[in-house]
């Protein structure tokens, strides 16, 4: 099991800061693991749990140890003429997981293609696009819980998951390790596209099937989101604020062709980036961070030289614009450490 001391962290970051972490380890299964978590040299200091870094926001090094599970194992575990059970190491890509379903004409994930990411974080913030949550698929997920190495697998519903949220954020948030997931996928499915645009991009691409769907979502994402290698970037930098119906009906009679989605009578989603571009702030820059010109809901390293405070600062103006413009408080949706 190997142990880095001074690991650099730019290439673990999909922001690029160019940070570092006292000590890194990528351990490759469930032994290695426990192997690292049970090491006494560490006991005593903090402990990161990374996936791609794509969804972490590190404010300066990391004075402890990171541990970034490298499991890399796809099993089918169980299947019938129309279903298929998969499990999915955490250390798989995402989207080479969605690439791989896709190609075996397994139904579920298509809409989620292009996520940036891998398989164990997807559970933690319920990875969703398109009209798909990955609650919608995930029958279990599996980890060690870091203070006693003892193992979990905690059905669907006990990941307690909703909107960009799970147990994993709250109660147990740097309690455990997730080792696998596990997925119920299906062999024919009916296709989900319905979210604004898929339908749109799909007549493009002719066929309404499996792969096209997939296609078209990586079309709507490639021309929307900026490619992290480009301008480093974390994907949406804040959650769709989920509000009261009156106060989105005051928001809507203001401002008639706002975007909107219904989640049940009482409440309402308003896209956080249509009010940060409402706000003036799509495109803008202060120092080396930005708003990203086709997506304000992104903020970005536009320089490649931005630290986590600088990507901190913009953020907080944003906040505080959306708030005096429209009254609503948006929150963060990156993990900052
Ligand atoms: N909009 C604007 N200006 C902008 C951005 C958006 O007016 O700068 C408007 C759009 O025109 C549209 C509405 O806001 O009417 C929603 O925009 P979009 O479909 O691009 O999606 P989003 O709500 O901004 C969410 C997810 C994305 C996911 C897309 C597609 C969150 C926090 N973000 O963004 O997820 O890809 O829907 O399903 O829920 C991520 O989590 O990192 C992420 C990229």
């Known amino acids: 099991m190997i142990i880095q001391e001074h690991f650099p962290l730019k290439k673990h ?53 990171v541990v970034k599970p490298n499991i890399q194992v796809i099993n089918i575990i169980d299947e019938n003429t129309h279903s298929i059970w998969v499990e999915a190491g955490a250390g798989v890509d ?12 397994y139904f579920g994930i298509e809409n989620l293609s292009l996520i940036p990411g891998n398989v164990g974080a997807s559970p933690v913030q319920n990875i969703g696009a ?18 006693t190495l003892e193992p979990f697998s905690f059905k669907n519903r ?25 997925f119920l996928l299906h062999k024919q499915g009916e296709l989900k596209t319905d979210y604004r645009g898929v339908k749109e991009e799909l007549e493009k691409l002719g066929e309404v099937n499996l792969s096209n769907v997939r296609k078209a979502v990586i079309n709507i994402r490639e021309s929307k989101l900026p490619d992290p290698e ?28 706002a975007p909107y989605y219904k989640v049940d009578d009482q409440y309402t989603k308003i896209p956080a980036g249509w009010m940060i571009e ?12 930005a708003v990203h010109d086709k997506q304000a809901l992104v903020l970005i390293n536009k320089t490649g030289e931005a630290n986590g405070n600088e990507i901190l600062a913009l953020a907080a103006e944003i906040q505080k614009s959306v708030k005096d413009k429209f009254g609503i408080d948006i929150e963060k949706e990156v993990n900052v450490v």
């Not at 995402?94 to 004409?105: I, N, R, T, Y």
Request: aromatic share 14%; hydrophobic share 40%.
């Open 13 to 65: 970051n999909t922001f690029h800061f160019d940070i570092y972490a006292d000590y890194f380890s990528a351990p490759q299964n469930e032994e290695e693991i426990i192997e690292v978590l049970s090491n006494v040299r560490f006991k005593a200091l903090p402990l990161f749990v990374l996936g791609a870094g794509s969804n972490v926001l590190f404010k300066s090094d990391f004075k402890g140890l």
């Open 230 to 257: 480009a301008a480093g970037n974390a994907g949406s930098f804040f959650k769709n604020p989920v509000v009261e119906k009156q106060i989105a009906d005051k928001l809507l009679s203001a401002y008639p062709n």
């Open 94 to 105: 995402w989207d080479s997981f969605v690439a791989w379903s896709v190609e075996k004409g």
């Open 278 to 289: 409402q706000s003036g702030w799509k495109g803008k820059a202060m120092g080396n961070a």
């Open 130 to 147: 398109y009209g798909v949550e990955i609650m919608d698929v995930i029958t279990q997920v599996n980890g060690i819980y870091l203070d």
């Open 158 to 182: 006990e990941c307690k998951f909703s909107y960009r949220n799970s147990i994993f954020k709250n109660t147990l948030k740097g309690k455990t390790i997730i080792t696998s997931v596990q």
